[in-house]
């Protein structure tokens, strides 16, 4: 390449920039009056945040307001910058999904000192020392209901030998992963005369991770019957480790290992309908939704700059026994049927 | 000759303007003009760029970058390459962290098998003493270095290629910091610390309220900055790193302790690499397994963009620093366009990939190669 050549190109990118730079203020610049919210999520690799991506950004640009959209790729560090760079553009409110619970308090802070309301969706902070508006389910009670009807059909199954339970266990930096795990194991220390020890399989929500703990957890546990997961979106996985073994069977063939989870996706849905799957607690990711967005918009509007709330989300467990009435309340559901 | 020389030598030949190139092209500030230039010419259209909440924010997060460029520049000078920066990151902080951390919550961390041995309910070894911040940091800078010793034994005195062992160091280090905490983040860690990543000297007003201009991790980059200068620039074991990078035999041949300067190249790199932890965790207030999982593009691409070469045997701490400046002014302009997410990774990517073009250029130039000149000797 010549000099001039260099010259032309750099030239090129230079003018490229500016054009980019130009048109991207024309065309996203704020309005007069026009609200901006920013949405800084940590990444979207799990249906669940897909939809409640889905279902923040169009309900907030069908009222009009301008969002600014930030992916920290799970990273707590670009996030806090993300979140700062926001702030330096006076955005009006802002809604995180953070990283984790910790980096959650930290990003508040910011936002606090700032003055400017945050809500915090779904993944709540750490501790309750700074202000904000979150929106979380009650991830504990949810867990204890599905696995409490997964310990109903076990203990009908009348048989001599014990259970032997295990749990796909969540990151544990992160409060729902610990409350879902509270609520296993608040089930099976009810009924010591029905399971064994659990095993523990960390996932660290991360679906590599989670084939290769629980494929290694099975080989050591050849025996394992009765399976929850901390999360729906890892079900591909667990079929990946369960159907080599010869335990994927649907409900009533022998073999089959009694199934739950939690999340309500359209995965689960759908092993449910197929009789794979035997409860799954549903968050009600569309509420969680919707009140974080009123909370955050009530506070705008009416000048608050470090509301504080806590809307809990009660969500549900879905059942084999109750998912004629209720399959129409789970987001999963919603979701496949397009609604 | 010297560069100037030549380039006073084209114009009679009617080369002016590819002189006036030239010497803009080779000139040591040429990433700062590109990145003053761009900030100009983007503050025209986006006004809060050059506001004093964004300024704070690029402040912040300069420093911290900075510090581990430096570090990744000494390996890139002797020729190497340093991917453990970021797991030494993440093993430092947690070690750091459950030394002087005032609280563990049992719930998280009973399971740990430093539990009831180093770390109780009632936090670390250190907790709650005086000395817990600075005998924190420095066994987070022992560590560093220790690490970094390794991995530059291995690469010297066994002849290991530097990208494999640091990509192993990188695998080792990261698991065993989720492995001692078993993936949990380490909190409650003393305010003095956290006062390093968190606090500013010199507030102004900025809207509601206000923000700082000067953060404390601006005196950690500088002084490294000013030490990394110095031995680089002013004693003969800094030109043993350049003589190294560009030609080992030669420097072997030459008399140079050549094993010794690699070594302490990767002692520099682990220390630095612990130094950005010290920052990054204060800053995040918890020692973290996972931190600086992401940050090695951004080192790497802040080196390149400066001009520091992958080839070795080239490199400046002033390069380092217009490379960071220049990287963290692009991420921050990116968000402000307020671009799509993959459309900022795009850009970044593309910009790191014309600042490589542009290294191999100016090496082309520099050599006199060009098509379009004579040979130039500098």
């Known amino acids: 390449m010549t000099m001039k050549a260099l010259l032309r190109t750099v030239v090129l990118l230079g003018t490229s920039a500016v054009v980019v730079g130009a048109l991207s203020c024309s065309r996203r610049g704020p309005q007069e009056g026009q609200l901006t919210i920013c949405f800084a999520f ?65 990003i508040v802070g910011e936002a606090n000192r700032a003055g400017i309301p945050i809500a915090v969706f779904n993944r709540p902070p750490s501790d309750r020392s700074k202000p904000a508006l979150v929106v979380v389910a009650d991830n504990e009670e949810i867990a204890e209901e599905a696995v409490t009807y997964m310990a109903k059909v076990a203990r009908q199954k009348r048989r001599d030998r014990k259970w032997k339970p295990l749990i796909v266990v969540g990151d544990l930096g992160d409060r729902n992963a610990v409350a879902r795990r509270q609520g296993f194991f608040n089930v099976i220390e009810k009924n010591p005369d029905l399971f064994e020890t659990p095993i523990e399989v960390p996932s660290k929500w991360d679906p590599a991770t989670t084939l290769a703990n629980l494929e290694a957890a099975l080989q050591a546990n050849p025996d394992v019957d009765f399976l929850f997961t901390s999360s729906d979106f890892l079900y591909p996985q667990i079929r990946a480790v369960l159907e080599p073994l010869g335990k994927w069977k649907k409900i009533g063939e022998p073999g089959h290992v009694i199934l739950g989870g939690l999340d309500g996706d359209s995965t689960a849905y759908k092993l449910m309908e197929e009789g794979y799957v035997d409860a799954t607690g549903v968050q009600d990711l569309f509420f969680e939704a919707h009140a974080i967005m009123d909370a955050l918009l009530d506070a705008i509007e009416t000048g608050h700059r470090t509301p504080e709330k806590w809307i809990e989300d009660p969500g549900f467990a879905l059942t084999q026994e109750n998912m004629a009435e209720r399959a129409k309340d789970m987001w999963g559901y919603r979701v496949l049927r397009g609604q | 000759m010297h560069r100037s020389d030549n380039v006073t030598a084209l114009a009679p030949t009617g080369r002016l303007k590819d002189a006036f190139l030239r010497r803009v092209l080779l000139s040591d500030s040429f990433v700062l003009f590109l990145a003053v230039v761009y900030f100009l010419v983007l503050w025209a259209f986006l006004p809060r760029l050059g506001s004093a909440r964004n300024l704070s924010n690029l402040s912040s997060n300069i420093w911290p970058l900075f510090v581990l460029v430096i570090g990744q520049m000494f390996v890139l000078i002797v020729g190497g390459i340093d991917l453990s920066q970021t797991s030494i990151m993440a093993i430092t902080s947690v070690c750091g962290a459950l030394l002087m951390t005032s609280g563990l919550d049992p719930a998280l961390f009973a399971r740990n098998p430093l539990w009831g041995v180093l770390v109780s309910e009632q936090g670390g070894p250190l907790a709650g003493s005086i000395a817990a911040v600075p005998v924190g940091i420095l066994v987070m800078l022992a560590i560093g270095a220790l690490i970094g010793l390794a991995n530059g034994l291995a690469v010297a005195k066994c002849r290991m290629p530097p990208f494999m062992v640091t990509l192993v160091s990188m695998f080792f ?5 989720i492995l001692i905490t078993r993936s949990e983040n380490v909190t409650n860690l003393p305010v003095a610390f956290l006062a390093i990543g968190q606090n500013y000297l010199g507030h102004v007003q900025a809207g509601r309220s206000t923000v700082g201009l000067v953060p404390y991790s601006f005196f950690a980059g500088v002084a490294l900055a000013w030490a990394a200068w110095f031995i680089l620039g002013r004693t003969i074991a800094g030109r043993w790193f350049y003589a190294v990078g560009m030609n080992r035999r030669a420097a072997t041949a030459s008399g140079i302790p050549t094993d010794r300067v690699i070594v302490c190249a990767y002692v520099i790199s682990g220390f630095c690499a612990a130094l950005g932890s010290v920052l990054y965790s204060s800053r995040l207030g918890a020692g973290r397994p996972t931190l600086g999982a992401n940050v090695l593009l951004d080192i790497v691409g802040a080196a390149v963009i400066g001009g520091i070469s992958l080839y070795g045997g080239k490199g400046k701490v002033r390069w380092a620093f217009y490379g960071v400046l220049f990287f963290v002014v692009l991420d921050s302009s990116l968000y402000m366009l307020n671009l799509r997410f993959y ?7 593309a910009v790191i990939l014309v600042a490589a073009l542009l290294d191999v250029l100016r090496n082309r130039v520099r050599m006199g190669r060009t098509p379009t000149g004579p040979r130039v000797v500098v």
């Open chain 2, 343 to 349: 459309t900022v990774n795009i850009v970044k990517g």
């Open chain 1, 42 to 106: 940590q990444d979207l690799e799990t249906e669940f945040w897909v939809a409640g991506h889905k279902a923040i950004t169009e309900t907030l640009r069908g009222k009009g307001i301008r969002v600014l959209e930030r992916n920290a790729n799970q990273d707590a560090n670009r996030q806090l910058e993300q979140v700062r760079d926001a702030i330096a553009q006076d955005v009006d409110g802002i809604i995180i999904i953070p990283q984790d619970g910790e980096s959650a308090v930290t």
């Open chain 2, 173 to 177: 280090f990261s698991g065993l910091a």
